[in-house]
C-alpha cells in the first residue's frame, strides 16, 4: 500500500513539476524571492509589463527607452529624498533630531489592500526607517509610541538604540479599537517639551485608519505644538484626513498618501533628511565625550545592561562602561560619540552637488566611470554623469552610491589630495638665492 502511494506521489511530482521545487518539496509551491528578502507566491507579486521593455519603429523591433526613463526617475527620486539644493542656496539643518514615531495599531492594520497585509508592510519598513534614520543621523534620538483602542502608550524612550527600539515595536502586536490624534501628540509633546532647544522636534504620525476618537478639540494641542516648535508630519496608509493635513500646515510638517508599498518605503526614507530649521534656534556648544573601548582581562558590569562584560567604552568623565555608541551616560548624562558618528552627521550640511548628465552618444565618443571603469561600449542605454566640480565622469549606479551612502565626490577628494600634496612639496624645499639682484641665482632644492 505505501509502495503505491509512493508511486502516485512521484507521477504527481514529475507531471507538476513546474509546481514543485527540488530541493524544498511541495512545500514551497511557488514561492519565489521578492526584493525586499521575504518569500512571496508569483500571484503576490507585482505585475510586471514585459512588453513595455520593446519598441519598434520603421526598422522593426527595438530595445525600449523605457529602462533608461526608469533610471532618469530613480534618479530624481534621489534628489527629493537627500533634498540636493543648488550651492547658491544655504539651508540651515539640525544635526542633533529628536523624533517621535507615532504607529496607528488599530483594528484597520489588518486589511490586506497592502500585501500580505497594512500591518506586516508597516512592520517591514518601520524597521528598514529605523535603521537608516540612525545611519545617517547616528547622534540623533527617537522615540516610538503607538495608539489603539482611542489611547495612545510610549513604548520606547528616546534614545539612539535601533535595537531597542525595533524590539520594542515588534512586541507591540495587538490591533484593535480606534486611533486617536490628540493622545498621540499629547504623548509626544510631553517627551519633545524638555529636548534642548538647540536640536529639531518632531513627530511622524503613520496613519492607517479613517477615524479618530479625541477626548476635546485639537486646538489646543495644535497651539501647543507650535509654541514648542514641533514639526509634525504624516503619512497615511488609507485616504487622507483633513485634519491631519491641517496639522501638518500649521506645524511646517507634511502629508502624504502613499499609493503602494514602495511608494510607502519612498515616503519613510524622504524623512531620514534632516528638515530645515523652523524659525531662530539658538547657538549653544554641546559637550560631549569620545570614549575609548576598552577590552580587560576581567569582567566589569555596565551600566546599560547591568550584565558582566569584557569589552565596553569608559566614559571620560565618571569612568562608567557603557555597550555601544551613541548613548548618554546614565550617571553624569555626558553624550558619549565617536568622531564616524560625528562625521556622518556633518553630510547634511555640505552636501554634493547634483551631477550633470553627459550625452556622450552626441560626442561621439567612448566615457569611463572612473568609480568602477565601465565603459559606454557594454550598454547604448547606460547614463553617465559628470561632477560640475571636478568634471570627473561616473555611470549611474556610481552616481547613486555617491548621493546615497557614501556622501563624498572621489574626484574632488582625489584632486584635493594630490593639491595638499604639491603645496607640502613647495613648502618643505628650501630655495636659495645669490641676492645678486642679476636674476642669476642659484636655487637648492
Known amino acids: 500500500m505505501s509502495k503505491n502511494i509512493y508511486n502516485n506521489n512521484a507521477q504527481n511530482k514529475r507531471t507538476n513539476r513546474s509546481l514543485y521545487d527540488d530541493e524544498d518539496g511541495p512545500a514551497h509551491v511557488l514561492q519565489t524571492n521578492d526584493e525586499d528578502g521575504?518569500?512571496?507566491?508569483?500571484?503576490?507579486?507585482?505585475f510586471e509589463k514585459t512588453w513595455l521593455t520593446i519598441d519598434e519603429d520603421e526598422h522593426g523591433l527595438r530595445p525600449s527607452n523605457q529602462e533608461e526613463r526608469n533610471t532618469r526617475n530613480r534618479r530624481l527620486k534621489t534628489k527629493d529624498r537627500d533634498g540636493i539644493i543648488s550651492q547658491d542656496q544655504r539651508v540651515r539643518r539640525g544635526m542633533q533630531r529628536h523624533l517621535c514615531l507615532i504607529l496607528d495599531l488599530s483594528k484597520t492594520l489588518s486589511n490586506?489592500?497592502?500585501?500580505?497585509?497594512?500591518?506586516?508592510?508597516?512592520?517591514?519598513?518601520?524597521?528598514?526607517?529605523?535603521?537608516?534614520?540612525?545611519?545617517?543621523n547616528p547622534i540623533s534620538q527617537l522615540s516610538i509610541i503607538i495608539t489603539k483602542n482611542s489611547k495612545a502608550e510610549k513604548i520606547s524612550e528616546l534614545s539612539g538604540n535601533p535595537l531597542r527600539h525595533i524590539q520594542a515595536m515588534k512586541d507591540a502586536i495587538a490591533m484593535e479599537g480606534e486611533p486617536s490624534i490628540q493622545n498621540s501628540l499629547e504623548v509626544a509633546l510631553s517627551s519633545l517639551c524638555y529636548v534642548p532647544k538647540y536640536g529639531s522636534r518632531e513627530v511622524l504620525f503613520i496613519f492607517s485608519s479613517l477615524t479618530t476618537c479625541d477626548p476635546s478639540s485639537l486646538q489646543k494641542t495644535i497651539q501647543s505644538l507650535k509654541n514648542e516648535s514641533i514639526r509634525v508630519s504624516f503619512i497615511h496608509m488609507a485616504a487622507e484626513l483633513y485634519i491631519c493635513k491641517y496639522i501638518a500646515e500649521q506645524t511646517n510638517g507634511t502629508s502624504k498618501v502613499i499609493l503602494n508599498e514602495e511608494h510607502f518605503n519612498e515616503s519613510l526614507m524622504l524623512k531620514c533628511q534632516p528638515p530645515p530649521t523652523i524659525g531662530k534656534t539658538e547657538a549653544a556648544l554641546v559637550e560631549m565625550g569620545f570614549p575609548q573601548q576598552i577590552t580587560s582581562t576581567v569582567p566589569s558590569p555596565c551600566i546599560c545592561h547591568e550584565k558582566m562584560k569584557y569589552s565596553g567604552y569608559i566614559c571620560p568623565r565618571c569612568g562608567v562602561k557603557s555597550c555601544e555608541l551613541p548613548t548618554d551616560c546614565q550617571i553624569c548624562n555626558l553624550s558619549l560619540v565617536s568622531s564616524p558618528h560625528l562625521a556622518r552627521s556633518y553630510h547634511h550640511l555640505f552636501q554634493i552637488p547634483l551631477f550633470n548628465e553627459v550625452n556622450w552618444k552626441e560626442l561621439n565618443k567612448n566615457v569611463t566611470c572612473i568609480g568602477c571603469l565601465s565603459s559606454s561600449e557594454?550598454?547604448?542605454?547606460?547614463?553617465?554623469?559628470?561632477?560640475?566640480?571636478?568634471?570627473?565622469i561616473f555611470c549611474l549606479d556610481c552616481d547613486l552610491f555617491i548621493h546615497e551612502s557614501l556622501h563624498n565626490c572621489p574626484g574632488c577628494e582625489n584632486k584635493l589630495q594630490n593639491t595638499?600634496?604639491?603645496?607640502?612639496?613647495?613648502?618643505?624645499?628650501?630655495?636659495?638665492?645669490?641676492?645678486?639682484?642679476?636674476?642669476?641665482?642659484?636655487?637648492?632644492?
Not at 521575504?38 to 507585482?46: A, I, L, S
Not at 550598454?379 to 571636478?390: A, E, K, N, V
Not at 595638499?420 to 641665482?441: A, L, Q, R, V
Open 38 to 46: 521575504t518569500n512571496k507566491y508569483k500571484w503576490e507579486n507585482r
Open 112 to 136: 490586506q489592500d497592502l500585501k500580505p497585509s497594512r500591518y506586516q508592510v508597516l512592520l517591514q519598513n518601520v524597521e528598514l526607517f529605523i535603521k537608516e534614520f540612525f545611519d545617517q
Open 378 to 392: 557594454k550598454s547604448i542605454l547606460s547614463l553617465f554623469f559628470s561632477c560640475p566640480r571636478c568634471q570627473e
Open 420 to 445: 595638499n600634496t604639491n603645496t607640502n612639496g613647495k613648502t618643505n624645499g628650501n630655495e636659495i638665492t645669490n641676492g645678486n639682484g642679476n636674476g642669476n641665482g642659484n636655487g637648492l632644492h
